[in-house]
């Protein structure tokens, strides 16, 4: 009987197995998912491997209502589809850290997998930030107190301002939205109750919950299900939460005692992002391609290294977001009062 030589296995991921690294995507975009407040509302797409650095969003223009009545035997004219097609160029982010042997050998807790866990929280907040880079940069803005430019800003958010920004989006025929990309590390919808959707730093939740007609989560019917972050609702916008939106410190008119303020001097000025559906999309941190953990375990001679004293835990992956409709989502820039009474 011949002997049949069992194959070898390549690794792609340092040290560690295709099947091992499966399983730390799993757990590195489990520990960062709460942190993706921006993968939940945009047309989120996967990126196959071995493919452009490009990514297209498409869209179909919507057709003119057809108003002239129709001619006994006389065909109409017809329309054509129109389409507008949005690229984003992609770029690689990444990381590591640093680990010896004599961490492995003598520590008490599970380095590895800990380290592991703090990776994805990185790679979650670097996602973010970039996102909020692009998105904050849009083009639709609404200013509290009327401001004409952002160093004016020196009022805080009111029901009258959202309503305003409401307005602009309705006018516009932005798509409240009835789906989201769900928590955890595979790629899946779910419905929830229809609504625009505002991003803002978790320092205007005493604000939000000022205005006339907010409702807390607590109150949420279950049809609503409420997202991690969220704050509550006021009248069709729902507030979600997070650090990552941080605000331009001093940009705004001056503070006085009133407003909050990095120097004392002027208004750090915070943007509120609101959406619509379909207003922007992004490459999305979910699925087995999505990101690569790159172990290299301590104790393990290779070049360079030949007693195995040191390795690395680290990620990659590819990113990149943009705004498909600047008229179906739009920025606040408020003031944040000091009070939190």
Partial sequence: MAIVNAPVIYNTYGDISPRTAAYAVRELLKRGDPLLVLERFGQAKTLPQKNTQTMKFRRYEA????????????TPTGKLLTKTDVTTV????GDFVGLTDVIEDTHEDPVLRETMALCGEQAA???ELVRYGVLT???????AGDAAARNGVAAGLTLGL???????LQRQLAGRI???VMAGPDFNTSPVGAGYFAVCHVDLETSIRKMTGFVPVEQYSDAMKAIPGEIGKVESVRYVGTTLCKP??????SASTTYMSTTGSNCDVYPILYFGRDAYGITALKGKNSVAPMVLNPNTPRGGDPLGQRGTVGWKTWAGAVILNELWMARAEVAVPVSFE
């Fill in 125 to 127: 907040q670097t996602l």
């Fill in 162 to 168: 959202q309503r305003k920004v409401v307005n602009a």
């Fill in 137 to 143: 940069a849009g083009t639709n803005v609404f200013r």
């Fill in 248 to 253: 331009w410190e001093d940009a705004g008119g």
């Fill in 178 to 180: 009835t789906s989201i």
């Fill in 63 to 74: 057709l003119e209502p057809a108003t002239t009545p129709l001619s006994e035997g006389v």
């Fill in 90 to 93: 992609l770029r690689q982010y």
